[in-house]
T-cell receptor, first 117, second 111 residues
Framework: GAGVSQSPSNKVTEKGKDVELRCDPI?????LYWYRQSLGQGLEFLIY????????KSGLPSDRFSAERTGGSVSTLTIQRTQQEDSAVYLC???FGQGMATGYGYTFGSGTRLTVV | KQEVTQIPAALSVPEGENLVLNCSFT??????LQWFRQDPGKGLTSLLL?????REQTSGRLNASLDKSSGRSTLYIAASQPGDSATYLC??????????FGTGTRLQVFP
């Protein structure tokens, strides 16, 4: 596609429910990244995919968070048993090759605003 | 571990002023540096990407410089306009697989 697409754009969920956030990267971009931005905070790295593999999951806050990528394209970030502190904007980015290591920058989607009530 | 600092944290200026936003990073062994803009409630828009071998990049009224040895980058905005109001973020890679972001400079340009 022309850009990185994320859905839904907004999600309100009850505490304790599971949610799935979707990211559709730019066609041909092999690298995909998830970040989280809490209110008034900076961007927090969550996980990095190269193809369907996740060489770096170090930013996932707890075992309630998981992500997968299929076909080297679409990625889903799943949060189980949501808590109020999970409320944030979840941003996805993609890049060609290994992104910053090969000189290509990131392109970000518009994000999913998650509110846990 | 890479740490990125941006100053000032906030800036409010009248239209037409030339601006300088600063970014510093602790690990100078970077491949490149990227400047982004974020509008309220929106995602990030890439402004400029400077390779480690470059000293500056220009796009319209924006000019970004990079001094790897001192761990600094500067974003210069010429003849600021109200439409430039946004948060400006700089980011550098840590290892090869992720960007580390500064906390941003929140810019307001008033008419």
């Amino acid at each position: 596609g022309a850009g990185v697409s994320q859905s839904p754009s907004n999600k309100v969920t009850e505490k304790g429910k599971d949610v799935e956030l979707r990211c559709d990267p730019i066609s041909g971009h092999t690298a995909l990244y998830w970040y989280r931005q809490s209110l008034g905070q900076g961007l927090e790295f969550l996980i990095y995919f190269q193809g369907n593999s996740a060489p770096d999951k170090s930013g996932l806050p707890s075992d309630r968070f998981s992500a997968e990528r299929t076909g080297g394209s679409v990625s889903t970030l799943t949060i189980q048993r949501t808590q109020q502190e999970d409320s944030a904007v979840y941003l996805c980015a993609s890049s060609f090759g290994q992104g910053m290591a090969t000189g290509y920058g990131y392109t970000f989607g518009s994000g999913t605003r998650l509110t846990v009530v | 571990k890479q740490e990125v600092t941006q100053i000032p944290a906030a800036l409010s200026v009248p239209e037409g002023e030339n601006l300088v936003l600063n970014c510093s990073f602790t690990d100078s062994a970077i491949y490149n540096l990227q400047w982004f803009r974020q509008d309220p409630g929106k995602g990030l828009t890439s402004l400029l990407l400077i390779q480690s071998s470059q000293r500056e990049q220009t796009s319209g009224r924006l000019n970004a410089s990079l001094d790897k040895s001192s761990g600094r980058s500067t974003l210069y905005i010429a003849a600021s306009q109200p439409g430039d109001s946004a948060t400006y973020l700089c980011a550098v890679p840590e290892n090869t697989d992720k960007l580390i972001f500064g906390t941003g400079t929140r810019l307001q340009v008033f008419p």
